[in-house]
T-cell receptor, first 109, second 115 residues
């Protein structure tokens, strides 16, 4: 069946550091790709999306590019802030959304 | 964004009892789903709530354990039946504006602890 693999944390970075969270998905068809974020004490929310190959999703300084050739959708941010501390989920959508295991990010001042 | 509200936000229950979680969505939502998030784990889809008919369950989830209703477009309930400590989880109601869009809106979840 379809699946998603995601870099597991926890990840701890200093403020202003560069962030990459790796995500790869199974290549059955052409899923839409999503990153969701869960801030402490809050509900899950959509961070960004890309619906076809080579699309780049972006939001709040985060970016991810739909790479069909490597079946990847890595999340990046050039300079993280303390407020980015959260759990991040990679989530491809085939006929339904499959959530990755989540990556916990802590950003320290 | 769509508005999704759930209640209760948390509860502590005794083994063998049942609890019903309610979810109310706004009219932008067409599809409704129920997820489970076990402690420290990712989200697992329990079922798709279908308006006026039986829910569509994912592998590993059965109607007797997790009966779901959706009597109208904007309201759904999930019951966790005959609970055991293994059912301690966060149960999340979610919705989307169309089929298979992948763009989901979530309620804040119902944190259930079973003693």
């Amino acid at each position: 069946g379809n699946s998603v693999t995601q870099m597991e944390g926890p990840v701890t970075l200093s403020e202003e550091a560069f962030l990459t969270i790796n995500c790869t998905y199974t290549a059955t068809g052409y899923p839409s790709l999503f990153w969701y974020v869960q801030y402490p004490g809050e509900g899950l929310q959509l961070l960004l999306k890309a619906t076809k190959a080579d699309d780049k999703g972006s939001n709040k300084g985060f970016e991810a590019t739909y790479r069909k050739e490597t079946t990847s959708f890595h999340l990046e941010k050039g300079s993280v802030q303390v407020s980015d501390s959260a759990v991040y989920f990679c989530a491809p959508c085939y006929d339904k959304v499959i959530f990755g295991p989540g990556t916990s990010l802590s950003v320290i001042p | 964004s769509a508005v999704i509200s759930q209640k209760p936000s948390r509860d502590i229950c005794q083994r063998g009892t049942s609890l019903t979680i309610q979810c109310q969505v706004d009219s932008q939502v067409t599809m409704m789903f129920w997820y489970r998030q076990q402690p420290g784990q990712s989200l697992t889809l329990i079922a798709t709530a279908n308006q006026g008919s039986e829910a569509t369950y994912e592998s590993g989830f059965v109607i007797d354990k997790f009966p779901i209703s959706r009597p109208n477009l904007t309201f759904s309930t999930l019951t966790v039946s005959n609970m055991s400590p293994e059912d301690s989880s966060i149960y999340l109601c979610s919705g989307s504006r169309g089929p298979n869009t992948g763009e989901l809106f979530f309620g804040e979840g119902s944190r259930l602890t079973v003693l």
